[in-house]
């Protein structure tokens, strides 16, 4: 079912509870918040969910996913992220996938890997920067040939012009946002891009978990307001062919029904 969410000012950003207790004896997780002790199974969803908030919020302080490549290439992302891009990806079988944020090329390369796989698709990859050692790696990786690289400002009306050349007529998109993190700059790039997303394709904003963090390391207490989850909000809200939707897992025999992801509330349909 679609979700929808109203935007979150700083006074009601997410609290988490300040100790959390693991007791494999008892396989419990105890949660001692403001509103005093809960505690949850480890088999059930709640424990479950509990324990991936801690797991997200250490692997955050430890830099863990700055730890993995694909094909060759740094990705900078977690690595449910990644399975579920895949299943997101499958299912679109999308002409184009428009990814903003290069960084190492690792993610421009997973998507080309799986649209080869497919035989279909390319990716277009837009960066402020393409720093000279990313371009040469990108550009003599094997499956360059399903990828333009774009260099500018991902916001700028001639960058998002470039990007609508690669586009043809009646072609499906799919948009991946994953580079400067900023309310301003996401909501900027939702409203330039949305454009081209095909009905019943999606956006993903990557790093609405930031919101999640503040306090831990390389964070801002900004982070509870100025972060891609709230220009997400604030786009749906103001655009009805959008709406936030968590796609269902094609396959599922657990007991988990969410996502343990940086994106939270970053999936959005184009309805109309």
């Known amino acids: 079912m679609p979700l929808h969410e109203s935007p979150i000012s700083p006074a009601k950003a997410i609290q988490r509870p300040a100790k959390v207790t693991i007791d494999f004896e008892t396989a419990e997780i105890v949660l001692d918040g403001p509103n005093g002790k809960v505690t949850h199974s480890l088999s059930s969803p709640e424990g479950f969910a509990a324990v991936s908030d801690a797991w997200l919020r250490a692997g955050w302080d430890a830099k863990y996913v700055y730890s993995f490549s694909w094909f060759g290439r740094p990705i900078i992302q977690l690595p449910e992220d990644m399975v579920r891009m895949q299943e997101l990806v499958y299912s679109v079988k999308p002409d184009v996938i428009v990814e903003t944020g290069i960084a ?12 080869k796989a497919m035989g279909k698709g390319r990716v277009v990859a837009v960066d402020i920067e393409i720093r000279k050692h990313n371009r040469t790696a990108i550009e003599q990786h094997e499956l360059f040939d399903l990828i333009t690289l774009i260099e500018g400002d991902s916001t700028a009306d001639a960058v998002v012009a470039q990007v609508g050349a690669q586009i043809k007529p ?3 998109v799919l948009l991946v946002l994953d580079s400067n993190h900023t309310k301003e700059h996401v909501l900027k790039e939702l409203n330039a891009y949305s454009k081209f997303v095909s009905v019943d394709s999606y956006i993903v904003a990557f790093d609405g978990i930031m919101e999640q963090v503040v306090g831990a390391p390389r964070t801002d207490a900004s982070w509870t307001w100025n972060n891609p989850k ?4 604030e786009f749906v809200n103001q655009n009805p062919n959008f709406v936030i939707e968590e796609p269902q897992f094609p396959f599922n025999e657990g007991f988990v029904k969410e996502r343990v992801t940086y994106a939270p509330m970053g999936i959005i349909r184009r309805v109309r």
């Open 104 to 115: 190492h090329g690792g993610s421009a390369i997973f998507y080309a890997s799986q649209l």
């Open 230 to 233: 709230q220009a997400v909000q």
């Open 170 to 172: 009646g072609e499906k």
